[in-house]
């Protein structure tokens, strides 16, 4: 139910990606586009988009969040809200190999989980004021290996993208 109007809401949209494209790929250099598209999808009937974040492209180190990608997440969450749209925001994505950072790949269990809770906090930081937050999806579709794995990643989406897992 929405508490303003109390009528029933029913989640429909979108994953927001161009085709060979992540989100952090277009949305500095053609905002304009992620405007247009946003405002479609808005006319198509969508009420919820739901956004991609990758971790090599939020965090520069360990303990250290790239300030420029929460600052373009507060403006998509300001379109967001201009919008009417809802996010749902999907975090922990590690889905090109290249963009995986060299320092996270090597990392013991223990501060992968520390890295991915400072992930989380930066990012429920900059949506916290936000209405146009609709959820989080703390990690996209875990993997849960049967076998023990060298890797923390498995299978391919499309293209250069990989189906990934930061959990292990």
Known sequence: MLESSGKAFIPW????AKPGKLLEDFWESDWSEVEADFKEMKEL???????HLQVGKFMNATDQMNEKALDQLGKLIALA????LYLDVTGLACYRPADVPKWYDPLPEKDRWTT???FWEAIAKACSKSPAIFCYDLI???????????EWYSGKLSGALIFSNTSL
């Open 81 to 84: 809200e201009k919008t009417g």
């Open 116 to 118: 991915q809770a400072r």
């Open 140 to 150: 996209n579709e875990p993997l849960s290996p049967a076998e023990t794995r060298k």
């Open 13 to 16: 949209g979108f994953n927001y």
């Open 45 to 51: 009937g969508a009420n919820i988009i739901r956004i």
